[in-house]
């Protein structure tokens, strides 16, 4: 089987991201088939090709999966135009491809929504099996968040979102709601699989260089989020917390800040103007280089904005990389993964937009380092048990396996 795979933002595990679509990409390889993988360009990343772009592309092969990388850059520090603008290029280029290329089945992942445009030509035009994989759910999530408005454009990406679950004859969701909202959208469960983000025990739950930054001393408590610094994640309950240390006089906890995003010059910019210096931001590093960084870690920062909408609706790959890594995590949101860590006793839950709660958690694992010794054997017991990568990139390749015996011809 020929594998025609859409993903905007497709890294290696030699750049600064998500590793998902390489983990199965690899999979699908080992299991025989072959793969075409397209991709952009994102900040921070690598898709491992380094030569020049010819006529806006480039293309070549990264560890056995085909690579063809669009010449369009992308940040999360972009504001709303140019994401969309970029996120409407890829898929209009993305449809030529599909529309070109010889392959047997086409699968696609968000975000955006837009990545399941070509899908669905290939699916109604060339009559293709095509496979959508649904990472966050729009318009849900930007409507809830206030980052689209606009009803005309909610009600076309409402109608995309439609078509696109009408069109494909499987789809994966990476977390419970998810999965509840691509049934809310009238597609049959036998049509739909979970399959959350998983733990790369080979990178984490291997010894690796432990390092911290200079501002952190090795007798500080140092918790640490590694991620995008966007509207989503809610960053200012990190430095709200921060600001009741330093009331609280306490200088032995720090908070690192590891990532790049829209909002990071206002958050330093306010953790200067505040001289909140128990917070540390540093730049987004590789999964090699991060995994030395959790060796020293004590603590991992799951946070997001206050928005219902992500309790049950997201599947954060930095909580699976704390807990691979065997990092307790402090999470600052209810939902199906504050359940998991209140369930497992890896870590702490503290109520949204509760800086005092969240200051006492952080001063409870500073004070029971025997405590988090525990937690920490709980996370990585859960990471091995639940979310080994290996494992849930076997079942994701059955779910295609089974698409395409079925689907196929």
């Not at 360009?41 to 070549?60: E, K, M, P, Y």
């Not at 739909?192 to 500080?220: H, K, S, V, Y």
């Not at 103007?273 to 917070?279: A, F, I, S, T």
Request: aromatic fraction near 8%.
């Amino acid at each position: 089987m020929k594998v025609l795979y859409f993903h905007q933002h497709f890294v290696t595990p030699k750049g600064a991201g998500a590793i998902r679509s390489y983990a199965m990409a690899r999979k699908l390889i080992e299991r025989g088939h072959s793969v075409t993988l397209v991709c952009g360009s994102a900040q921070g990343g690598t898709t491992g090709l380094v030569g020049n772009f010819v006529n806006g592309q480039r293309r070549g092969v990264v560890d056995g999966i085909d690579v063809l990388e669009l010449n369009l850059e992308y940040s999360n520090s972009d504001g709303f135009a140019k994401r969309v603008r970029t996120f409407l290029s890829f898929a209009l280029r993305s449809v030529k491809v599909a529309l070109t290329e010889q392959y047997d089945l086409v699968f696609a992942t968000t975000t955006p929504l837009t990545a399941g445009i070509p899908g669905i030509l290939a699916r109604w035009l060339r009559s293709k099996p095509f496979v959508f994989e649904v990472r966050d759910l729009w318009p849900e999530l930007p409507k809830a968040m206030g980052v689209v408005t606009n009803p005309v454009l909610l009600s076309a990406m409402s109608l995309l979102e439609w078509v696109s679950y009408r069109s494909a004859h499987s789809l994966i969701g990476l977390s419970p709601g998810i999965v509840e909202g691509i049934k809310k959208r009238g597609v049959p469960a036998e049509r739909i699989t979970m399959i959350p983000n998983g733990c790369d025990l080979d990178i984490f739950a291997t010894e690796a260089e432990p390092w911290r930054p200079e501002e952190i001393a090795d007798t500080d408590l140092m918790a640490i989020f590694a991620g995008t610094h966007g509207i989503a994640n809610g960053l200012d309950a990190v430095l709200d917390a921060a600001a009741e240390l330093k009331r609280r006089g306490i200088s032995d906890i720090k908070l690192l800040l590891i990532g790049n995003g829209k909002l990071k010059p206002a958050l330093q910019e306010r953790a200067r103007r505040e001289g909140l210096d128990n917070v540390v931001f540093h730049d987004p590093v590789i999964k090699t280089r991060l995994a030395g960084l959790m060796q020293s870690t004590d603590l991992g920062m799951q946070i997001l904005a206050n928005v219902p909408a992500f309790y049950y609706g997201t599947s954060p790959n930095k909580f699976f990389d704390y807990i691979s890594a065997g990092l307790p995590v402090l999470s600052n949101y209810p939902g199906w993964l504050a359940g998991m860590i209140e369930n497992e006793q890896c870590g702490y839950v503290v109520p949204p937009a509760d800086p005092k709660a969240f200051a006492d958690a952080l001063e409870r694992a500073a004070a029971n380092r025997g405590g988090l010794k525990v937690m920490s054997a709980n996370s990585r017991t859960l990471a091995k048990r639940e979310f080994d990568r290996r494992q849930l990139s076997d079942q994701w390749v059955v779910w295609v396996e089974d698409t395409f015996r079925k689907r196929g011809r």
